[in-house]
């Protein structure tokens, strides 16, 4: 009797630790992911999957169209904005501005070119001017004689000269180099240089002496036009 209570107590706790280790094996195992069968989802359901299709694809066309019809209007705004007075397209709009600027550049190389030449034929004009009127003799009048200075903008040019009595009139003229003189200059003379050095371009300085013999004295009127 006794081994009997033993084999019993034994298969007993057999079936316990059998039992601790099926919990065990529960605890640690992990549910297993299954995978989405799509083409079984679709065979179940294929009005379903048609459908969602076509909304998808009525979706897509309503925005292309929104899309076509924002291009179209933007295209006529850019349209309106950038046609020319003839209405002409942008391209061409632009094209005949090209060729006008192109036009320009080269008329104003020309002119800058024409420019530089007559600012060199300028300075080599006679633009400073000095007048001095005089009377050298005592028996005649009125200041009939004259030096007249005509200078460019280097000092270079002549002195003309006019000595006027009674019975006859003898005119000379003297060059200038840099404001020397290639022969001794009167006092006229000098005073006609020095009133032309101190003038306005494209003016003439004028002075009149009005003493008799043209030594006594003299009155200026200083940078006047006309002679």
Avoid: W
Wanted: no cysteine.
């Amino acid at each position: 009797m006794a081994q009997a209570a033993a084999e019993r107590a034994g298969r007993s706790r057999g079936r316990h630790v059998r039992g601790r280790r099926g919990l065990l094996d529960s605890l640690h195992s992990q549910p297993e992911d299954r995978p989405i069968d799509l083409d079984a989802f679709i065979t179940a359901n294929p009005g379903l999957v048609v459908g969602l299709l076509v909304l998808l694809l009525v979706l897509a066309l309503l925005g292309l169209a929104l899309t076509a019809r924002r291009t179209a209007r933007l295209e006529a705004r850019l349209a309106g904005l950038t046609r020319g007075a003839e209405g002409d397209s942008l391209e061409s709009v632009l094209q005949a501005h090209l060729a006008t600027v192109g036009r320009l550049a080269d008329e104003v190389g020309a002119l800058a070119g024409r420019t530089a030449g007559l600012e060199a034929e300028a300075r080599r004009s006679f633009r400073r001017i000095g007048l001095v009127r005089f009377n050298p003799f005592e028996d005649t009048g009125g200041n009939q004689s004259f030096a007249l200075a005509l200078l460019d903008s280097d000092d270079d040019g002549v002195v003309v000269s006019s000595l006027h009595a009674r019975g006859v009139t003898r005119i000379y003229a003297k060059a200038l180099s840099r404001g020397r003189p290639e022969a001794t200059l009167s006092d006229e003379e000098a005073e006609a240089v020095s009133l032309a050095r101190s003038a306005s371009l494209g003016r003439v300085a004028l002075a009149d002496r009005v003493a008799a013999g043209g030594r006594a004295g003299r009155d200026r009127g200083g940078d006047r036009s006309g002679a």
